[in-house]
């Protein structure tokens, strides 16, 4: 393997050399990491050239460029940042002895424990994803084969038209959760990215996003792991609403897959797809990919495939408000004689369908001011989003929380217990916030009695109560 790479002599005098991959010790003179530019700058003490008698397979390497989000194939045909362009040429004179399979071929790994036989789950799995795929968008795939690698890379894998290498202790070990979902992500980004893409990096959150959803969507029609969409959309809701929208956004992913993307961003697709139809999302990526296939697109793209798919204009707005804003809508409900009051306390404005579920039945509202006020009556329990399909927190009054906890054993609660269980949890995230008005004094009892009831409730669930 040869690589010719840019050696630093000092100052900005640079000087182009070999270098062949003996497994031998380097010495560096200095490394520089660029943490905004995410770059590694490598200055050795002399120029090192050999040829390699072997590779040792207990030292694997990979080499590669670190280039900016959106991946080397920027590079061709056209560039998205002159400036990473890299100079790095690197060849294999090894002879690859890959068994074709159709669509999916398991070509090459560097570890001497892999057989092909053994590791039919990942065929089989990126055929089924790869089928499904293709009736989603409409786009059969574009390639004879798709080329699974197995090598020692940081992340979990990574996924380019036409090749995905996924990291080997996850193929040796497929027992993992983690080994099946990042094959289904890298067959979905086959599509996405790699046929699709977005044209500007600072909107490949999106991407990323929408991907993930996919990858829920995926396996709750194949029942590959163990996970639903409510699931994960509730285990991302945040704790604390205090922490959202900081210049640190939480993980999407991890690290290693050099993908630093707020979790909220997946929640919208679900609401979309709970809102207008199961189907929404999907027949959004029909859209979208008759018309960019092979070309990017960007948000305001998509939110146009949001309003064609849907027939609504709010859908379009809910997506574009949702990745151009760091925090999420937060609503307070209040119940009255003969109508409903929706207040937004947050400082924007945004677009937020709400069911409200009472005696009356369900009644879908599209909250898009500051304060509305719309005519509802229920002879017992008012209750905002009771399945949880909205990617916004909402807040009710004193008086409804009061009756929420006598519908948690009622057979007549619009809402189930784990429902009840996470608008409790939502109002917890909300206080945090300090955005809530101060209570009334005449309401401070009533609080406490929420509190305790709900603690009561948490032990109970537990089985930790002592009933006398």
Known sequence: MTANISHMLGGDQYQSISMYFIGATLCVAKTVFDQREQHL??????????????????????????????????????????AYKAETLIYNRTTLDGVNIPAVEIVFSLNKNFRREKHEWI??????????????????????????????????????????????????????TLAHVSLIHSVIQQWLSGIVSMSSADESCFTESLTTYLEWKINEQLNIVNKTRAGEIEAIRPKDMSAEGRDEPRMLRSLEMMQSCPERFVSIFYTIDETFGQDTVINMLKLVFRKFAYSVTSISDWQQAAVQATGNHYAGQMLSEWFTRKTRPILHMYV??????????????WTVPVEVAGSSGVQLVAVTDKTMVIPYSSHDYVIADPRRKSSAMIVHDVDSYVRMIRC????????????????????????????????????????????????????????????S
């Open 41 to 82: 700058s490598i200055i050795l003490y002399d120029i090192v050239e050999a040829i390699a008698p072997r590779w040792n397979r207990n030292a694997p390497v990979m080499v590669g460029s670190l280039l900016t989000a959106g991946s080397a194939k920027k590079i061709l045909p056209a560039m998205d940042s002159p």
């Open 123 to 176: 065929y089989n799995e990126a055929s089924k994803v790869i089928a499904l795929m293709t009736q989603w968008t409409s786009f059969p795939y574009p390639l004879d084969a798709l080329k699974l690698f197995s090598a020692p890379i940081r992340a979990s894998s990574h996924s380019a038209l036409g090749l995905i290498t996924l990291q080997d202790r996850l193929v040796e070990h497929p027992s993992y």
């Open 336 to 349: 009255m004689a003969q109508a409903l009051q929706f207040e937004q306390i947050t400082d924007e404005l």
């Open 408 to 467: 948690w054993d009622d057979s007549r609660c619009p809402a189930s217990q784990s429902a009840v269980r996470g608008i409790i949890r939502d109002l917890a995230a909300v206080l945090l916030t300090n955005k809530l008005p101060a209570p009334q004094i005449q309401d401070v009892p009533k609080w406490k009695a929420v509190f305790k009831s709900h603690f009561k409730i948490i032990l109970k669930s537990l089985k930790c109560l002592q009933m």
